[in-house]
């Protein structure tokens, strides 16, 4: 698992969220797991797993307090094009009024 950034975490929806703390929760106790029996050869990765799981804690809880809301993808994309086409119309219309 990379290390994940805040900005990528917001953009993810609760399910995947989830899944990923999933994740780094199986890969923080394997290598917890590694250390333990002298088998780790990155003890750093340990540090940034702890980190990892924090961002997405963070995230969860800013959307459960309504600091920030939950990114619908679909729904993010559909916005982002009905703009793009309303600046292509209001460009044309401008365009013909000149």
Sequence with gaps: MAILTA?????????ELLSKLGEAKEE??????????GQLESHGRLRAVRKDIARIYTVLTERALGITEEVDAPAAE?????????????????????
């Design 7 to 15: 900005a990528e975490l917001r953009n993810l929806g609760r399910d």
């Design 78 to 98: 559909a916005d982002a094009e009905a703009e793009a086409e309303e600046t292509a119309d209001d460009s044309e219309k401008a365009g013909s009024k000149a």
């Design 28 to 37: 923080l106790f394997n290598l917890r797991f590694q250390a333990a029996t």
